[in-house]
């Protein structure tokens, strides 16, 4: 996991990553105002389709409030002038129905306008029967020539012996460009006349599923709203080619909208997650006791041909378990100032191990690396008083490396406290750096480890030619003396002839080691145990 995450995090594929987050969020973005847009339509299209329905409502309302004034108003004999000139006079009123008619079992007798009919007119079975919420029966585009209107059409609407000509209701000409309505008058749940408007939108808005009866996954928007009795209905359709024509710099606007906060997110994703997954983070949140791991890389005394001893190094168990070398996290210490805390989690780690694990009768020499800025013998030795016991199997040496930091006087007080306290002194990586002749003959040092350049330098090239000189050099200084970095059988040969290198170090001997290897390393090229534990090394 956090090798994905780091590799992501990782600055080469910064781009990759912050387009993937924006390519995420982006969808999101466009998915979410989609989802607002659609709602927005909808109501909208809701809005629109019952705004072209309320004149039909109104229409109902003045249908039923001219029967009821007619059922109350008209009590003279049927057709008779007294009737007629009543109903004249209900005609007036302003509700826009001016044509009413005596009509009784469907048969029409006298009316407003024709007076008594010579002929009565029987309208037949009605289109939509009275058996609805306004007990109201309806005959739909009937020929008016019977009322002496020749040549029209209209809507006739009757109530128990009464009946009146329904105007035309146009539907509202103000209605948005974006969408197109039907108005149908229907006649039972599956049966409809088309009456105004674009034919064939209620048919296709009945297809749609759900009961908002809106389709926008096909990209067509469909809304229907019905009057109170469900006679009248109004479908409204939609297209996104229809929206996008008349609300296209809406769009562009919001994709660009979309676009820039998803880069923004994208931005701040990409720091959270560096900032909060970047190996140095996860390095400082887990660095704790159990995270630090010990490996053991055995010197090998060339004089005895044993492996007498071991240098400690120093891994950090990643939060997946990955092994990460020091190299990645020793500048993450320093930098943080942990480096005396570090210490004391390598030296408690390879205690508990050793001291565990190390057969009985069995001293061993273990070289641990110290910071040239902890050398400070007053916190040092503290750390190591574990391993420094009168009873202790351990001969300690610390190694330290010359760096700028490092002031030779009071280095050399240091190191002469330090070796009081029973604890040996190294030069590590002495050849590189900061490394000094000088130095090498004022510091009260016990050995030198000469760096692993010259050792692991190919035959023939310069620092290779300088390997028998640097041994030569050190060897002249007295000090116990280590090559580190032997790669192969031929150079361990090689300074095993040379009769003055003390230990040697190196793949070619053998890798750093975690303990349970390294303990079966020791119990094939290691100090046999003796009753009185003498010191090999
Ligand atoms: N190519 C090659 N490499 C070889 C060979 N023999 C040994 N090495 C590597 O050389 C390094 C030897 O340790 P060093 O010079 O003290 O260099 C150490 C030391 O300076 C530092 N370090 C490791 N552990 C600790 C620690 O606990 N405390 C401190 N302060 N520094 C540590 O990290 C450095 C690197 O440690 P490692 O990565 O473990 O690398 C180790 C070891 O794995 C060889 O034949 N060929």
């Not at 007076?115 to 109201?136: E, H, Q, R, T, W």
């Not at 500048?331 to 565990?356: K, N, Q, W």
Request: proline fraction near 5%; charge should be negative; hydrophobic fraction near 45%.
């Amino acid at each position: 996991m956090s090798r994905v995450i780091g590799y992501l995090i990782d600055g080469s594929h910064e781009r990759g990553f912050k387009l993937s987050v924006w390519a995420v969020v982006f969808l999101v973005l466009l998915g979410l105002s989609t989802w607002l847009v659609s709602e927005q339509v909808a109501s909208s299209m809701r809005a629109e389709t019952q705004r072209s329905l309320a004149g039909y409502e109104q229409l109902r309302a003045n249908l039923l409030s001219t029967f009821t004034e007619m059922d109350r108003r008209l009590t003279q004999p049927a057709c008779s002038p007294a009737y007629l000139q009543e109903m004249r006079r209900i005609a007036f009123l302003p509700d826009g129905i001016n044509e009413l008619l005596y009509a009784p079992n469907g048969v029409v007798r006298c009316s407003v306008n024709s007076g008594v009919l010579d002929v009565p007119k029987a309208l037949g079975a009605p289109d939509i029967a009275s058996d609805n919420a306004f007990d109201m029966a309806f005959w739909l585009d009937i020929d008016l020539d019977f009322l002496g209107l020749p040549g029209l059409t209209g809507t006739l609407a009757q109530r128990g012996n009464l009946a009146m000509i329904i105007p035309k209701q146009p539907l509202p000409t103000s209605t948005p460009r974006w969408m197109d309505q039907e108005l149908v008058f229907r006649f039972g749940e599956d049966v409809w006349k088309h009456r105004e408007g674009r034919s064939g939108i209620y048919a296709e808005a009945l297809q749609e599923e759900g009961p908002a009866r809106f389709a926008m996954l096909r990209g067509v928007f469909y809304q229907v709203s019905c009057d109170t009795g469900g006679i009248h209905c109004v479908a409204g359709r939609s297209t996104i080619g229809q929206l996008f024509s008349f609300g296209w710099l809406t769009v562009a606007v919001a994709l660009l909208v979309c676009g820039l906060v998803a880069a923004w997110v994208a931005r701040q994703v990409y720091s959270i997650a560096q900032r909060y997954w970047s190996f140095e983070e996860r390095f400082l949140r887990h660095f704790e006791k159990g995270s630090v791991i010990c490996a053991y890389q055995p010197l090998l005394d060339l004089k005895t041909n044993i492996a007498t001893g071991c240098e400690v190094l120093a891994r950090w168990k990643d939060v997946d378990g990955t092994i990460v070398p020091p190299d990645r996290f020793l500048p993450i210490i320093e930098a943080h100032g942990l480096t005396e805390r570090f210490t004391g989690m390598v030296v408690g780690h390879a205690y508990a191990d050793l001291s565990m694990r190390l057969p009985k009768g069995i001293r061993l020499q273990v070289n641990f690396n110290i910071f040239p800025q902890d050398l400070d013998a007053s916190r040092l030795i503290p750390l190591f008083a574990p391993l420094l016991s009168e009873d202790s199997p351990f001969k300690v040496v610390v190694e330290i490396v010359e760096t700028a930091e490092i002031n030779p006087e009071t280095a050399q007080v240091e190191i002469e406290r330090l070796r009081a306290a029973d604890m040996h002194v190294y030069l590590d990586d002495f050849g590189a750096g900061y490394s000094s002749m000088h130095n090498l003959a004022a510091l009260s040092i016990d050995g030198v480890k000469l760096d692993r350049s010259f050792a692991m330098a190919p035959h023939h090239s310069v620092l290779s030619r300088m390997l028998d000189h640097a041994i030569d050099l050190v060897q002249a200084s007295g000090r116990s003396l280590v090559v580190e970095g032997v790669e192969t059988k031929e150079r361990l040969n090689h300074l095993r002839a040379s009769g003055v290198v003390d230990f040697a170090q190196g793949f070619g001997i053998s890798r750093p080691l975690l303990i349970d290897a390294y303990v079966a390393y020791l119990g094939k090229h290691g100090p046999r145990p003796s009753r009185r534990p003498t010191l090999v090394a």
